[in-house]
């Protein structure tokens, strides 16, 4: 056997966007290699979520021991069809769940994960995966084992494509007893009501670790204030509690995409892009010239903030006379 | 209980990287280091799971000569002991073969947890505590806010995504990954620096755990990412760059 292998991830018989890239991902490989794709969804619904998939094989895992999310159920079920279909290439979403599981399967299979890859290269020569590394400053080409080759993708690194046509849907039950899995998950929670919804805002101001201090804060603020815009943060700024975890922004908070996004000695690394980088009009104010969030920005001032951002706010109050 | 904590050291958060000669790594002779952020947090959950619950914290960390002054850095902090795995060329190898490295150093500790940042900050795959689990045989979860010690394992909260988050039961022996931020780091005592002198460090190499250096993924070429977007940096003193931005905010982008 040969081919392509996407896992793309669901909840409640719906697919989830990241889950979908990844199916692009695939179908981008298979065409240029000329290897054909199927796709596998797993867990309570997935016969639901695989008919929604377009036209390609899909492979739907049921098993009530599947019905709540565990990486030890996860990992028993996938590394089982995976000897069953033997593909070449297995393409996963880099999401959470890909995170606690991924690694584990690739492991059972004594292969290792390319995880969290921004592009697949396939032209003359082996195919290449690029990944970032060193929180995005610097970008990796890597070639792989062996097949199975395991693959997840960057959220955000495929657009989603309708593919036309039906899903031919095979529904299987794999052999999964209680005792490989070890973890009794709860039902997930949230902690606090989202008071705040960045995703509406038009502008946002976010700040990071630049700022050095909470009392330096006030500074962002008054910037916030003078573009009528939300006041928004990176993680480290959230975890301090600074600034409250409803305003983080990034991949573990919210994604957003307004109109103006100001970054405010944030460095962009990945985990913070993924959550602004599709953002109308990007301004990254940041002191190191070579950090990545200049990378995604249309306007960028390599300085002190400690000026910058003053300065700035004088000139927006002076521009509104 | 004994607690094992993987540390690694990575390059300063904020170091300007410049790559060596043939391209395929860093320019490492002015480089400072450190340890990586998130296995900070793992060495203080298991700080502070020693000091509510007794027992031994050990640090295991794999890298050249150079990670003496990190493993000396998470002694003087609290932790008892350490191992440390002493490999040059470690950089240059996949998430498997360290992890091989440090599970069979583990292994031998046999320890009732094993905490590890979520990921490094260097090459960031995010994989190592998850894949010692699975090397190990033992349950794990990833991205852990929380642990919290039960009868019979732990009771652990971890992160989801968009701001949920979940309570997993686990049986121990387990494999925990530490979210960044979870807890407040500590800071060295000069006490605590001072009786780390005296604090067991056992050396030991890829060879003597019998564990070859192998790796399947293979670095080819390294460089700095593409720019998605043209950035138009603006120039000139604080008052010359607001202005030149409001400008250009109001005209050019139409964002104001």
Not at chain 1, 180 to 196: C, S, Y
Request: proline share 5%.
């Amino acid at each position: 056997m040969s081919g392509i292998l996407v896992i793309v991830e669901q909840s409640g018989g719906v697919p989830q966007r990241i889950g979908l890239e990844a199916l692009s991902a695939g179908h981008a490989l298979g065409a240029a290699l000329g290897q054909p794709v199927r796709a596998c969804v797993f867990g309570a619904q997935a016969a639901a979520a695989a008919r929604t998939l377009g036209g390609l094989p899909v492979i739907a895992l049921e098993h009530e021991r599947l019905e709540a999310y565990t990486a030890d159920g996860a990992t028993a079920a996938l590394a089982e069809l995976i000897a069953a279909e033997a593909p070449d290439y297995v393409v996963l979403p880099h999401s959470y769940q890909v995170r606690d599981y991924g690694p584990k399967l690739a492991t059972r299979l004594g292969r290792v994960l390319v995880s969290d890859c921004t592009g697949i290269v396939c032209d003359a020569g082996p195919v290449r995966f690029e990944r970032q590394l060193f929180q995005g400053k610097l970008t990796g080409t890597f070639e792989a084992g062996p097949a199975p080759v395991l693959v997840s993708v960057q959220a955000g690194a495929y657009r989603i494509e309708a593919v036309p046509g039906e899903a031919t849907v095979e529904l299987r039950r794999p052999a999964l007893d209680a005792a490989q899995i070890r973890q009794r998950p709860e039902p997930p929670f949230r902690e606090t009501a989202k008071a705040v919804d960045l995703s509406t805002a038009s502008a946002i101001v976010a700040v990071g670790r630049g700022i050095g201090e909470e009392g330096n804060l006030v500074l962002v603020e008054e910037l916030a204030a003078a573009l009528g815009a939300e006041l928004g943060a990176s993680r480290p700024i959230c975890d301090n509690g600074w600034v409250g975890m409803e305003r983080q922004v990034g991949s573990s908070g919210q994604t957003v995409a307004p109109k103006l996004y100001v970054a405010v000695g944030i460095s962009g690394a990945i985990q913070h892009l993924v959550g602004m980088k599709g953002s109308e009009c990007i301004v990254a104010i940041n002191k190191d010239p070579n950090a990545p969030i200049f990378e995604v920005a249309d306007y960028g001032i390599a300085g002190d903030l400690f000026e910058v951002v003053p300065a700035l706010t004088a000139e927006l109050s002076k521009a509104k006379g | 209980m004994r607690i094992v904590v993987a540390i690694k050291q990575v390059p300063a958060r904020e170091s300007q990287l410049k790559l060596d000669g043939p391209g395929r790594w860093l320019e490492e002779g002015e480089l400072s280091f450190e340890v990586n952020e998130p296995d900070a947090y793992a060495l203080e959950a298991a700080l502070q799971l020693k000091e509510q619950q007794g027992g031994e914290v050990v640090v295991v960390c794999a890298g050249p000569e150079r990670a003496q002054s990190t493993i000396r850095e998470a002694l003087a902090k609290g932790a008892d002991r350490a191992i440390h795995i002493e490999e040059d060329g470690l950089a240059q190898c996949d998430a498997l073969a360290v992890a091989r490295l440090l599970a069979q150093a583990i292994s031998a500790e046999q320890p009732d947890l094993v905490l590890t940042g979520l990921q490094s900050d260097d090459t960031g795959s995010g994989q190592t505590g998850v894949i010692m689990a699975e090397l190990l045989g033992w349950a794990h979860a990833t991205l852990v806010m929380a642990v919290e010690l039960t009868p019979d394992g732990l009771v652990i909260k971890r992160e989801l995504e968009g701001g949920w988050f979940q309570r997993v039961a686990l049986p121990c022996p387990a494999v925990l990954t530490i979210q960044s931020g979870i807890n407040k780091l500590r800071y060295a005592t000069l006490m605590g620096i001072k009786r780390a002198k005296s604090k067991e460090v056992r050396r030991t190499t890829a060879a003597e755990l019998g564990v070859p250096l192998e790796s399947q993924l293979r670095l080819v070429a390294l460089r700095a990412p593409q720019r998605t977007k043209q950035t138009q940096m603006l120039a000139g003193s604080a008052a010359e760059q607001a202005a030149a931005l409001v400008e250009k905010l109001k005209f050019e982008a139409r964002a104001l």
